[in-house]
Structure formats: structure tokens, C-alpha cells
């Protein structure tokens, strides 16, 4: 037991002035309180541990998964999570699965115990993510399932949930695209989207449903960019190119590549 509090001081606890805690044992027939927590654990090793599993665990888990904001294995082994994927019959790509739990499991690890509020609320919407994995590879989580999951815990999205006139879900969803799984993505973690939320990628068709969607907004974007350079060309007959600028190569790139294609 006294193993068991230094760790958890050492790891769970901020030792700081304003985050003391008070450490005890007490019996779970004393408490109600432990007595749940022993059946929501023993509920969960249905499905997580080894020695403890049963064919219902997955049923169970996906009871249960409306009520946890996040849930954190440890040790988390993504071979034994492919070979559960496998057992349980779900379509999958190996590869995909395996590099996309990988990116997930490298950001967590790296930044799950830093305080800044925008980096504490990525780790938790992964930690969601990949709870809905669990329950579901399947399955894609809706932004306003996430907003209303992560909002308890972290001000700065309920901040932007909550309008001087009321609910305000829409500026709640641009955060989280805007301040959560974009930085995500720009660090490597692969998040596949589409018009049903958002999901680790387990399949081809999950990374072309995402590509399809950012290229629906991109491709008309440089159109445009296209668009506004050619009148000014034409107009300037061959004297201004607004994309000869090196700052804008990349751009100017992609508008010979959409000429070629269209030219062909």
C-alpha cells in the first residue's frame, strides 16, 4: 500500500500549493463510493484483462462508454489491440491501424502530463478517440458526442460552448477542428474525418473518405487563387504573375499541376 501511494504522488498528484490531496485506505464495504468503483473496474477487465475476459467485455464497454470521458490502458500493447480486432471479425487494415494507434500512442505518451490547457484538452479528446477505437473501430465520434464528453473538464472549450445568448455548439465545433485536431494532424497523429465526426484510421477507404474531404475544400481554393492570377495576368499582358514570388512557389506549383491536368 505505501508502494502504491508513493507512485501515485509521484505520478498523479501535482505537488504543488493549490493541488494538495489527502491519501487514505478504507475498506469498499465501508464505502458505496469504492464499492462502485470495484464494479466498474471489474466491469472493464471484462473486457481489458487477460485472466478476466469474457465474450460480452465489448458489450459491456460499449455500456458503459457513454458515462467515461477517458479511459487509460496501461501497459497499452497495440498488438494484442490488432489481434482482439482480428478475433472479433472487424474489417481492418493492419498497417493502417497499426501506424495510426502508433501515432496516438506517441503523442499521449509525450505530452499526457503536461498542464497547458490546449495540449491537456488534445490528450484527452485522443484519450476519447481512442476509447470509441475500442468500444467500436468502426465507429466515427460526432464532434458534439466529443464536445459534450471533454466540456466538463476543460473551460476553454465550455467557454466557447456557452454563448452570452445560449448554446453555442458551431463555435464549440470550429474550436475543436481549429485548436485541436488541426495541431494534432500538424504533430503526425493520423485522424481520419468526414461528415460523421472523427476516427483512428483503420482503413483505405477512412484516409480516402479524409482525403476527399480536404481535397472538396482545397482544390477550389487554388482554383480561385488560379482565377485571381490569370485576370491579372491578362490584364498586365504577361507582366505581372502575382506567383512569381518565391514565398508562394508551393501555391504556384499546384497551379502548373492543375493547368497540366486540365490541359490534358
Known amino acids: 500500500m505505501i508502494e ?8 498523479h498528484v501535482p505537488s504543488d500549493l493549490f493541488s494538495q490531496r489527502e491519501f487514505t485506505f478504507e475498506k469498499s464495504s465501508s464505502s458505496r463510493l469504492i464499492q462502485c468503483a470495484d464494479f466498474i473496474s471489474g466491469t472493464l477487465a471484462r473486457y481489458y484483462d487477460k485472466d478476466k475476459k469474457s465474450p460480452e467485455g465489448g458489450t459491456f464497454l460499449q455500456k458503459l462508454h457513454p458515462q467515461i470521458v477517458a479511459l487509460r490502458e496501461w501497459p497499452r500493447s497495440d498488438r494484442s489491440i490488432i489481434d ?4 472479433r471479425g472487424f474489417d481492418f487494415d493492419e498497417l493502417i491501424t497499426t501506424v495510426s494507434l502508433g501515432t496516438v500512442g506517441q503523442y499521449l505518451n509525450t505530452h499526457e502530463n503536461k498542464r497547458d490547457p490546449e495540449i491537456a484538452l488534445r490528450v484527452d479528446f485522443l484519450r476519447l ?8 473501430p468502426s465507429r466515427w465520434l460526432p464532434t458534439r458526442e466529443a464536445i459534450a464528453h471533454l466540456e466538463p473538464l476543460h473551460s476553454i472549450l465550455a467557454a466557447r460552448s456557452k454563448g452570452a445568448r445560449g448554446p453555442n455548439i458551431a463555435r464549440a465545433e470550429r474550436y475543436i477542428r481549429q485548436h485541436v485536431v488541426a495541431p494534432l494532424r500538424d504533430t503526425g497523429v493520423l485522424i481520419a474525418s468526414s461528415n460523421k465526426g472523427y476516427k483512428i484510421p483503420t482503413t483505405e477507404r477512412n484516409c480516402t473518405e479524409f482525403i476527399e474531404r480536404i481535397s472538396g475544400s482545397v482544390l477550389p481554393m487554388i482554383g480561385r487563387v488560379c482565377r485571381f492570377r490569370d ?11 502575382v506567383l512569381e514570388n518565391s514565398e508562394l512557389s508551393v501555391i504556384a506549383d499546384q497551379y502548373k499541376k492543375l493547368g497540366s491536368l486540365e490541359a490534358g
Not at 4 to 11: G, P
Not at 231 to 241: C, E, I, Q, T, Y
Request: net charge positive; glycine share 4%.
Open 231 to 241: 485576370r491579372l495576368f491578362m490584364a498586365s499582358k504577361g507582366d505581372l504573375d
Open 4 to 11: 502504491l501511494e508513493k507512485y501515485v504522488r509521484k505520478n
Open 129 to 136: 478517440l481512442r476509447l470509441t477505437f475500442d468500444v467500436n
Open 84 to 87: 482482439t480486432l482480428s478475433s
